[in-house]
């Protein structure tokens, strides 16, 4: 073989080679926003690259490995090198090396001597630092813990990866709530109720002898937001999550997660000591019962000692609960906390509850509650929605929060976006969980925030095996600012949050953050984005449910638009039981002359609204029955609002679509391109809901649509006979209808 053609043979091994080991997907998501690209700015990287060469870690646990692989990866990725291994002097340090461990486990970093910043730090906290040690530079990313080390190591590559500068550290951070819980709605068949990103991630078949990567790289994401809590199953729970197979699989899980701080809660069913037990009661006060449920305990500890607990859902939408059996919620969540001390878990009880009544839906659940604050065992939390109806677009704050001041609380957000656009629309969460975390409550006078209220937030996942996890490329971002918000988003009442040195997270932080991580650091692009992020939750308030209006969507599978809905078995499953739109007008009356579910709140909390000549438009319909011209705080009538925020709506999808366009050639082609086809989806459902809600609406108001505005193009018969096969999320079987 003569010389040419070797090199011609070469050339073609070697792009062989090259084509092979490149990854089979392109920039598909999967890596969310732990990607790790080499830092394209010069200047940066030189900085990176003069700053570190070298790591050294304290002796492993299984939590610093994980620690290490990331930090090693991740630097490796960034930098674009390999950095050596050194291994510490009694009290040195390598120069230019990255020093990571707890004063326990790494003899350098007890030499610093930072007992008193550690002090600060909590169980959780760490502290990351520029050092000289012996002349020699460095960093030192420590903590009391190694799970601190673990969450200091995500901070120190979230510097680098949004291209920070890394000169003179002096960072030092800890959660501001001790629970940061994810709760997954995944049956044991794999559907995921209310999900929208493809099956369940658990692959319950195949656990625990087969673990999917994905259950790592799950973890991974987890810890580098600060998460150390996940419930693995539905709150429509089976109760065969506690039969011993089961258990052995959710071990499994707990295991790998153990290594990345996050604990493993189950939801269970309340009757389970009947349907896997044999009993012949479920009731709460039975001895046999309570013996139960404690040997139940005991076998879960001895497999998974670290078991974070139970989450329940009792005696709410047809689930069982002590009720059956003429108890309170109090003594059903008691029975569970008893069965969990000895072994230091918690019991989650949500206040999710609403029965068939006359009164307001929205009431009920405080009704129920506030009497039995006070009355649960103290390893119990109450778990409350962040409104008191479920997760609209807009709601006002559960009256529950401040109203309970001697029960823990768990604020539950949605995540996966029910009544928000599915996976389908972009709709960036954090305005509305900081809407609800900032708002005062006034119940220890001004500037009792919800968030100051609560121990811990739990998200609702909107994770699922798709291969980008959430589906939309952006719902992703809810899951990470759900995270950081979580871990950093309120100056909350827990002690742990006052020695936090930084100021609470924004949204528009935590957008640029995601942003860089997951997109790019180009300026430009940034600021477009997170421009159309922002904006995007009150777009979509704007095209579904402006001013107040709530629970007008299709029924069941909650998928667009259907206000004129009142076939509900129950008259609080119909949208007409929340708009009541007549010919007098529209909205439901919560004040004094109506259901006053404004009663629930602070003298103070209650002001702002109680007034329907000075209640925000925002909120409007929410608390008052209005006549449709009635005189908005914008100056316009009732209805030319309500028109005027719907179209308003479309036009700004529009105007995201437009902006999204001019990023054509700015990020990669593949999720560029999802995200225009997603956008296109959104356009035309905006109008829809537009469309069929004013059509509607006007044969009440039976006034004008907006002169020189798009006209609807089918009537409103169309819209009404509009029907949904499989829709996703609700697990029926496609034959259903709406
Ligand atoms: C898990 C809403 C949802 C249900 C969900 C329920 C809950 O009603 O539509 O799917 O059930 O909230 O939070 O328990």
Request: some cysteine; hydrophobic content about 40%; glycine content about 8%.
């Amino acid at each position: 073989m003569n010389k040419y053609a070797f090199t011609l043979l070469l050339v073609l091994f070697s792009s062989a080679v090259i084509s092979f080991s490149l990854p089979v997907h392109g920039e598909d998501g999967y890596r969310l926003w732990l990607r790790y690209d080499r830092v394209n700015n010069p200047v940066r990287l030189q900085q990176y690259r003069t700053l570190i060469s070298c790591y050294e870690m304290g002796t492993y646990s299984s939590v610093l490995s994980a620690a290490r692989d990331e930090l090693v990866s991740g630097l490796e990725g960034l930098l674009g090198r390999t950095l050596s291994q050194v291994y510490p002097e009694q009290s040195g340090i390598g120069e230019r090396c990255i020093l990571a461990g707890t004063p326990a486990s790494s003899a350098p970093v007890r030499y610093l001597h930072l007992e008193k910043e550690l002090a600060a730090a909590g169980s959780e906290g760490y502290i990351i630092r520029s050092i000289t040690l012996k002349g020699r530079q460095g960093i030192v990313i420590t903590a009391n813990t190694d799970i601190g080390v673990l969450y200091g190591v995500f901070h120190f590559l979230r510097l680098l990866q949004t291209q920070q500068s890394i000169q003179q550290l002096t960072i030092q951070d800890r959660p501001s709530l001790s629970y940061r819980v994810l709760n997954h709605w995944d049956n044991l068949n794999r559907t995921v109720e209310r999900g929208y990103a493809g099956e369940s991630i658990w692959n319950w078949w195949t656990l625990p002898a087969y673990m999917d990567q994905r259950y790592k790289d799950y973890a991974r994401a987890n810890a580098s937001i600060g998460i150390n809590g996940t419930v693995l199953n539905n709150v429509n729970a089976s109760p065969l999550m506690l039969t011993a197979d089961y258990l052995e699989k959710a071990a499994a899980l707990a295991g790998l997660f153990r290594s990345y701080g996050i604990k493993v809660y189950l939801s269970v069913r309340f009757s389970a000591p009947i349907e896997i037990g044999g009993l012949k009661t479920a009731d709460p006060l039975d001895p046999e019962v309570q013996q139960w449920w404690r040997q139940k305990a005991d076998e879960i500890y001895r497999i998974i000692p670290d078991f974070g607990g139970f989450l329940v859902k009792a005696n709410s939408e047809g689930q069982p609960g002590p009720q059956n059996y003429g108890r309170t919620h109090a003594d059903g969540a008691n029975l569970l906390a008893d069965a969990l001390a000895p072994h230091q878990g918690i019991v989650i009880w949500r206040a999710f509850v609403y029965s068939e009544t006359p009164d307001d839906r929205a009431k009920q659940a405080y009704n129920e509650f506030k009497p039995l604050d006070g009355k649960f065992k103290a390893n119990v939390l109450v778990q409350v929605k962040n409104g008191p109806i479920d997760f609209q677009p807009r709601e006002p704050f559960h009256p529950l929060f401040g109203a309970m001041p001697q029960t823990p609380l768990m604020m539950e957000f949605q995540l996966t976006q029910e009544y928000l656009g599915f996976s389908t629309h972009l709709v960036y969460l954090a305005p509305l969980f900081k809407e609800c975390l900032d708002a005062d409550t006034y119940t220890k006078g001004k500037g009792s925030t919800v968030a100051a209220t609560i121990t811990g937030m739990a998200g609702v996942a909107n994770i699922g095996n798709d291969r980008n996890w959430c589906g939309h490329p952006f719902a992703q971002a809810n899951w990470y600012a759900f995270g950081r918000l979580a871990w950093g988003g309120s100056a909350a009442a827990a002690p742990e949050a006052a020695s936090r040195n930084v100021p609470a997270l924004s949204s528009a932080q935590i957008a640029e953050e995601w942003i860089r991580q997951t997109f790019t650091n180009d300026p430009a692009v940034v600021d477009t984005i997170k421009e159309m992020m922002l904006a995007s939750r009150e777009i979509t308030v704007d095209y579904m449910t402006p001013l107040g209006l709530h629970h007008i969507m299709g029924y069941n599978h909650h998928y667009g638009p259907a206000p004129w809905y009142d076939k509900a078995s129950r008259a609080d499953w119909n949208p007409v039981y929340f708009h009541k739109a007549d010919m007098a007008g529209i909205g439901f009356d919560r004040t004094a002359t109506g259901s006053n579910a404004l009663e629930q709140y602070a003298p103070e909390a209650r002001r702002q609204w109680e007034d329907s000549t000075t209640c925000p438009d925002a909120w409007l319909l929410w608390w008052h029955h209005v006549s449709w011209s009635h005189r908005m705080l914008s100056g316009r009538t009732l209805w030319e609002e309500l028109c005027h925020k719907y179209y308003t709506g479309v036009d700004s999808v529009r105007r995201m679509q437009s902006a999204w366009n001019t990023l054509r050639w700015k990020i990669d082609p593949e999720r560029w391109e999802q995200v225009q086809m997603l956008l296109t989806i959104q356009a035309n459902e905006a109008v829809w809901w537009r469309n069929a809600c004013l059509l509607y609406f006007q044969t009440f108001s039976r006034m004008s649509l907006p002169a020189g505005g798009e006209l609807p193009d089918h009537d409103l018969k169309y819209y009404e006979g509009l029907h949904f096969y499989y829709a996703p999320g609700t697990g029926v079987t496609g034959l259903e209808k709406n």
